[in-house]
């Protein structure tokens, strides 16, 4: 099981979340719907999530923002964006995103994602 | 009646100059005997013209009275003299006067050299005046058009911003739609009888999602200068083959293309991918035949400038009403048959931009019930 954490300031978009997450056995344990909101959860989290969904359009803080300010509290923190703006795809990938899906997104592609840097994150904490 | 000041130290002189200007018709304001009295009596009475002696005693001769002179008021000078020797004359030339007489003067002269400088100022005047007025004319112009350039930039701004946040918000909500759809479709129990139903509003949602993504395209074309390179159709047409065959999975497709060479060059940008694909993939989509049959060749235009890449499909056809308008959003909205959403007007634009042409001919001449030949010219790279 994969725990999710899901940032958007659309509310449709956690229940989507939540449906296509849980209905493959993974879960989200957390929402949060502006950036500022994101970055104060994450710190108060624990244990911490193993995804974070992050929008990039966002109220008080935009996505980039969030992303830079968990990765100074977390380093470890694995962030995936998700976002209609595809003109923010490099500044996301260089702020240390690890990954950048386009919205419209199938459920295919999320999950493949998903499961690939869950993947990844698990081999490398059994290599430490 | 013009008022002239007349400057002289010998106040014989000036009398007799005084005098002789009455006779002649004009008015005298009065007479200075000194470089520096004839500038503040100039300043003082505003005379139409100076007659003004070059040699007087104080600090300043006439030659410097009347540089000042000249320089503050808008008054002509002309400077009078006994003497004429080089140095003299060429400093006096410097200071730009509107005459020169020699003295011993001749009333006629001075008569002609007095008429001559007023008519000179009058000429200037004008002159001045139509050039201020021009200016002026023109400066509000500018105005205006700075004005309406801000307005315009301001517009189209907000347009932009519009166009954004809508692209923006539609693919959220459309994301909203999608995802159910795709969720219901893999619930094990959901009845096979509403699945058809689901796949239908899946499709149109897949729809929006293009549509969307052609107006972002169409919008980037239309602000135009777009950086061009050269760019290799040889690949570029094999994946755009593959795409298409792998969105157009539901139907059979027989894609046949045959390029002489492994690079054919032409000038364009990433956006011809979008060109080739939406020709090559209306084609598909509004032939009803199984399998789908499009053969894509590249040629040579005549005149050898060119490349030519031809679609050629045996789908429904365009009638002959409708070869220009399939290329023209506007005008076919009605015709559900031949719509094809933004697809055609994207090639177009974006065609036209990299200084190509794309037409549409019957597959067969004469026979457009047999199919379509999309025909592009691009420039070679």
Redesign the interface.
Same mark, same amino acid.
């Given at each position: 099981m994969v725990t999710v954490f899901v940032v958007d300031d +659309?509310p449709?978009?956690h +229940?989507?979340y939540y !449906?296509?997450l849980s209905?493959n056995g993974d879960s989200v344990i957390a929402h949060a719907y502006d950036g500022e909101e994101a970055v104060n959860r994450y710190k108060q989290m624990n244990p911490k999530p193993d995804i974070i969904l992050m929008d990039y !359009?966002m109220p008080v803080k935009n996505g980039i923002e969030a992303t830079e300010k968990i990765l100074q509290v977390d380093a470890n923190a694995k962030i995936v964006f998700v976002s209609?703006?595809i003109a923010v795809k490099k500044a996301a990938i260089a702020t240390g995103a690890c990954s950048f899906i386009a919205?419209?997104?199938? !459920?295919e592609e999320l999950l493949t994602c998903i499961e690939h840097i869950v993947q990844e994150k698990r081999k490398t904490e059994s290599e430490i | 009646m013009k008022n002239i000041l007349v400057v002289d130290d010998e106040s014989i002189i000036a009398l007799n100059l005084e005098e002789d200007l009455k006779e002649l018709g004009y008015e005298t304001v009065g007479i200075a005997s000194s470089g520096e009295q004839a500038i503040e009596k100039a300043r003082e009475l505003r005379p139409d013209l100076i007659l003004m002696d070059i040699a007087m005693p104080g600090e300043k001769d006439g030659i410097d009275a009347a540089e000042a002179i000249t320089a503050e008021l808008d008054i002509p000078v002309i400077l009078l003299t006994a003497y004429a020797d080089e140095e003299l004359i060429k400093r006096a030339k410097s200071v730009k006067p509107s005459g020169y007489i020699l003295k011993p003067y001749d009333k006629r002269e001075v008569r002609a050299v007095v008429e001559m400088a007023l008519y000179k100022k009058e000429a200037e005047r004008k002159l001045q005046r139509v050039h201020d007025e021009l200016e002026n004319r023109v400066s509000e112009r500018t105005a205006e058009l700075t004005k309406i350039n801000e307005q315009l930039t301001y517009e189209r701004d907000r347009a932009e911003f519009l166009a954004d946040l809508l692209r923006h918000d539609i693919n959220n909500l459309n994301q909203g739609i999608f995802s159910s759809m795709e969720l219901l479709l893999v619930l094990p129990d959901f009845p096979d009888q509403f699945k058809d139903t689901v796949r239908t509003a899946f499709v149109q949602s897949e729809c929006i999602t293009k549509l969307i993504e052609r107006m972002h395209i169409l919008s980037k074309v239309q602000k135009r200068g777009m950086a061009l390179r050269t760019i290799n159709i040889v690949p570029l047409l094999t994946r755009v083959i593959d795409k298409v065959k792998k969105s157009c999975f539901q139907k059979e497709l027989e894609i046949s293309y045959n390029f002489a060479v492994n690079e054919i060059t032409v000038r364009g940008n990433e956006l011809l991918e979008d060109v080739f694909y939406n020709i090559l993939e209306n084609a598909v989509k509004y032939s009803r035949r199984n399998p789908v049959r499009v053969d894509v060749t590249v040629g040579v235009v005549e005149d050898g400038g060119y490349w030519k890449i031809e679609f050629k499909d045996r789908g429904p056809g365009v009638p002959e009403e409708l070869k220009d308008t399939v290329f023209r959003r506007m005008e076919h909205l009605d015709r559900k048959e031949f719509a094809t959403g933004l697809g055609l007007t994207l090639v177009k634009e974006i065609v036209e931009e990299f200084s190509g042409t794309v037409w549409v001919e019957d597959r067969i001449k004469g026979d457009w019930m047999k199919g379509s030949n999309f025909i592009v010219t691009l420039p070679k790279g």
């Open positions: +659309e449709v978009l +229940e989507i !449906r296509m209905y !359009r209609a703006d919205k419209t997104f199938t !459920r | -």
